[in-house]
């Protein structure tokens, strides 16, 4: 029997999974803070001029809301495309999440976590450079730009809540 998988999603998997599952549930990760402290030099960015993109940081005072997925379909092959997209300084890590059905449910996630022993992780930059970065960079994926607006959107469709989001999207259409 396949065991049943959950991938907990905050960032670009939330509008862009890429994947087939069978399931879409709005979750939360307490204790982790959705952060933009990773630089990324393979989606939004580029080597010598690297974007900047969300992960989580510990953070015992934070819940990360998010989305979770059930996978469906060739559960490898998801894992394998997942594993390249997050190439960038993220790792595999399975965490406890919960489910916001009613009532609640816990579950095992795989959650993809840039931590602050990996090279492109940045830790807290002042907000005009950050903002600067986010409004120049642009990378395979698309613009920097382009990223913030949709996480900023994508939250807001689930009712999601991110002061540390909000406030750089709106430092950024100040400076636009
Ligand atoms: C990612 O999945 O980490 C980034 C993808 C994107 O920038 O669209």
């Not at 469906?72 to 960038?88: C, F, K, M, S």
């Not at 890590?93 to 931590?115: H, K, M, S």
């Not at 996480?151 to 950024?172: C, M, N, T, Y």
């Amino acid at each position: 029997m396949t065991k049943e998988i959950w991938i907990f999603a905050y960032g670009s998997l939330i509008w862009r999974p890429g994947f087939d599952y069978s399931d879409r549930v709005k979750a939360r990760l307490p204790g982790w803070s959705r952060r933009f402290w990773q630089a990324s030099t393979d989606h939004r960015g580029v080597p010598g001029a690297p974007g900047r993109v969300v992960t989580l940081v510990d953070d015992d005072d934070g819940i990360c809301e998010g989305v979770a997925y059930c996978l469906d379909g060739d559960i490898d092959q998801t894992l394998a495309y997942l594993d390249h997209r997050e190439q960038g300084g993220y790792e595999r890590r399975y965490i406890d999440i919960e489910l916001l059905t009613e009532p609640a449910t816990r579950v095992n996630a795989l959650v993809y976590v840039g931590d602050e022993t990996n090279p492109q992780f940045t830790g807290a930059t002042q907000m005009e450079a950050l903002v600067d970065t986010i409004r120049q960079a642009h990378g395979p994926s698309g613009s920097n730009r382009d990223y913030l607006l949709n996480l900023a959107e994508a939250l807001e469709r689930e009712g999601i809540e991110d002061s540390h989001a909000a406030a750089i999207a709106e430092q950024l259409s100040l400076s636009v």
